[in-house]
């Protein structure tokens, strides 16, 4: 079939990884719909908004979401949809956890009934838990340190124990950047999101959780995907699943790790100003270092990530 007639589901197509990728295979010719409920989100850009079949409903609404798959089938569905990041969950942990894997639970049972439609499910590398300091593969024991690592887990095995194949579990690491011309207002509170707010109001007052870990400079450490990077792992998951009939899981990152200090000076040399850095420790559970192995994500879906220098990802919030 010529590309320009597959049609892509996007859940949570309105918030920032969604309008990006929405973006992304607008520009791929490929026909895009959005569920969204716009629970964390804006309403979604016009420019795209004008491309797109949008629907507003609650995913974790069950007669709704068999409704809207009465008369509807995708060759493509990626699912975003849910409630995430530490803080935020944290707000409402019941409410969160039902969220997320509702909204999956109703989508797996209704989503697929042509047996050839593909999934792509945001996971996130919450799912390991406290790790050591080398780096993760696949393979090794999900212990989740927190209930939104926890509700992301759920929602794999309800994958995994309900679809046979034809899916890709992507563990998203941080997701960053953008490669779309206007700003999307995000609820989450990434550290990049975070430094950008902080500049935008002139406050240069940071605390990092803890300066004596047992990492390179004392400091927690990430690893930073960029979210051009992150659309084209997205588009070759697809073709690699219209080729094999397979059920795989994949870390989803960049290989790389660098510190939260080093995130923090990269902004100040950005800005041409100093920031003044408190080291208290306001968060015992947080991990020291995580960074994905991405091997496997490489070797099977044919791709290279950049390896962006910590200047050029901190850019986009500049
Ligand atoms: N941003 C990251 O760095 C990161 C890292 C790991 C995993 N993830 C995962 O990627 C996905 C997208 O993340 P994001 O950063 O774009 O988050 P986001 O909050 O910007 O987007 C999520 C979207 O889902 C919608 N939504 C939530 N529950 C819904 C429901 N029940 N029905 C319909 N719509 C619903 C929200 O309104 C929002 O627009 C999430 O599943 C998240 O857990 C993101």
Redesign the pocket.
């Known amino acids: 079939m010529a590309k320009f007639n597959r049609k892509i589901l996007i859940?949570?197509g309105?918030?920032?990884?969604?309008q990006n990728l929405t973006n992304y295979f607008l520009e791929k010719k490929y026909k895009i719909c959005v569920?969204?409920?716009?629970?964390?989100?804006k309403p979604i850009n016009k420019n795209i908004k004008n491309k797109i079949n949008f629907f507003k409903f609650?995913?974790?609404n069950k007669d709704r979401t068999k409704i809207f798959f009465r008369d509807k089938s995708f060759d493509l569905i990626i699912h975003?949809?849910?409630?995430?990041g530490v803080e935020q969950f944290n707000k409402d942990i019941l409410k969160s956890f039902n969220?997320n894997i509702l909204?999956t639970r109703n989508l797996v049972n209704f989503g697929f009934r042509n047996k050839n439609t593909k999934l792509i499910f945001?996971?996130?590398?919450a799912v390991y838990g406290k790790v050591s300091s080398e780096k993760i593969t696949e393979n090794r024991n999900c212990q989740p340190a927190n209930y939104y690592g926890l509700s992301?887990l759920a929602c794999e095995n309800i994958i995994n124990n309900s679809l046979k194949n034809n899916y890709i579990i992507l563990r998203?690491f941080?997701?960053v950047g953008s490669i779309i011309n206007f700003k999307i207002n995000?609820?989450?509170n990434?550290l990049m999101d975070i430094i950008e707010k902080k500049i935008k109001q002139k406050r240069y007052k940071i605390n990092i959780n803890g300066s004596k870990l047992d990492t390179n400079d004392g400091t927690p450490e990430r690893d930073f995907i960029h979210i051009k990077d992150l659309c084209k792992i997205h588009e070759n998951a697809y073709k690699y699943l219209e080729k094999n009939k397979k059920k795989i899981t994949l870390n989803c990152g960049s290989g790389i790790k660098y510190s939260v200090l080093n995130v923090v000076k990269a902004f100040e040399k950005n800005i041409k100003n100093k920031f003044k850095v408190s080291y208290r420790v306001t968060n015992t559970d947080e991990t020291k270092t995580i960074c994905a192995n991405i091997n496997l994500l490489k070797n099977l879906l044919k791709i290279n990530i950049e390896k962006k220098k910590i200047n050029d990802l901190v850019k986009d919030y500049l």
């Open positions: 859940t949570g309105a918030g920032y990884i969604g569920v969204d409920n716009l629970s964390t989100s609650d995913l974790a975003l949809a849910a409630f995430s969220n909204a945001a996971s996130s590398a992301k998203y941080n997701v995000k609820k989450i990434s």
